[in-house]
Nanobody, 127 residues
Framework: QVQLVEYGGGSVQTGGSLRLSCVRSGDSYSRGAMAWFRQGPGGGREGVAYINSDGRQIYYRNDVRGRFTISQDKDKNTVHLQMNSLKPEDTSMYYC????????????????????WGQGTQVTVSI
């Protein structure tokens, strides 16, 4: 059974950077895909970035493209989210997600397409 643990969240000022990491255990992450989602107070869970197991398919939500970078270290079963030029509107709980398949990648921002979630890590960006 796949388990995900996120860490790296924290509080920064506008323009600052944070690097989130998601450590995957229970399998060797040889197939499927992983993603980062976020959920603010009173809001729904929205897709932030996606990467498939071979790293050839990467997607971002529009408002983080150019500021955030998703990457993975297959040897360490870890996926990272480097977040630069952070803005107050990036303040959210960030979650790592995994799924065992890669079909319909265009549907990746739909949280219902993911079956394994981490517990989340809080990111707070102050003015």
């Amino acid at each position: 059974q796949v388990q995900l643990v996120e860490y790296g969240g924290g509080s920064v000022q506008t323009g600052g950077s944070l690097r989130l990491s998601c450590v995957r255990s229970g399998d060797s992450y040889s197939r499927g895909a992983m993603a980062w989602f976020r959920q603010g107070p009173g809001g729904g869970r929205e897709g932030v970035a996606y990467i498939n197991s071979d790293g050839r398919q990467i997607y971002y939500r529009n408002d983080v493209r150019g500021r955030f970078t998703i990457s993975q270290d297959k040897d360490k079963n870890t996926v990272h989210l480097q977040m630069n030029s952070l803005k107050p509107e990036d303040t959210s709980m960030y979650y790592c997600a995994a799924r065992p398949y890669q079909k319909t990648p265009e549907m990746w921002p739909n949280q219902g397409r993911w079956n394994t979630w981490g517990q989340g890590t809080q990111v707070t960006v102050s003015i």
